[in-house]
């Protein structure tokens, strides 16, 4: 069986000069799974952890954003030929806050890094220092999360921060 495999897989690759390889399923393999899915143990499990390191979630996001308002503070002396560098690292930093932030409870950092990024996809092609502002004004959001304590989706505050950054996006991105 597996030499006829072998031999068709051969075959195909003298045909064609193109092999497909099946990569190993590792991952799978590492995780029991239950005839309804991941066992109830190992959810539990994974809980846990997660709750361990709830606590620890506002010391790491006070780090982030020191770290983002470094690179703020870099970009703002950085001419606009030579930012997008710093814009790729202002972007991978509030890509992983984006995806920490909904893991511990902090809903609002999720929306606002997602925010960040989505901008900086839009203008690092095309970049202006007059752009600094709107870049501020996430970076200032949050840190006012974090600071806040703002958990979920921040209530009242929460929808009036959002929307006023949506406001500011909108009249940036057309030139306003």
Not at 6 to 24: C, N
């Amino acid at each position: 069986m597996l030499r006829q495999l072998a031999d068709a897989k051969a075959a195909a690759l003298s045909r064609t000069g193109v092999e497909v390889v099946q990569p190993p399923h590792k991952i799978k393999d590492k995780v029991s799974v239950s005839a309804s899915g991941v066992s109830p143990e190992m959810l539990d499990r994974a809980e846990k952890v997660m709750t361990s390191m709830a606590g620890d979630y506002l010391a790491w996001a006070e780090e982030d954003l020191q770290r983002l308002q470094g690179l703020y503070e870099r970009l703002e002396k950085t001419p606009p030929a030579d930012a997008k560098p710093v814009l790729r690292e202002l972007f991978s930093l509030a890509h992983d806050m984006k995806g920490q932030g909904g893991s511990f409870g902090y809903g609002l950092v999720t929306v606002i890094g997602n925010m960040l990024c989505r901008l900086i996809e839009k203008l690092e092609n095309d970049w202006r220092s007059s752009y600094l502002a709107v870049i501020k004004v996430h970076v200032d959001a949050l840190r006012l999360v974090i600071s806040g304590r703002m958990q979920g989706d921040g209530g009242r505050a929460g929808e009036n921060m959002i929307s006023g950054l949506e406001a500011t996006l909108t009249k940036t991105l057309k030139g306003g």
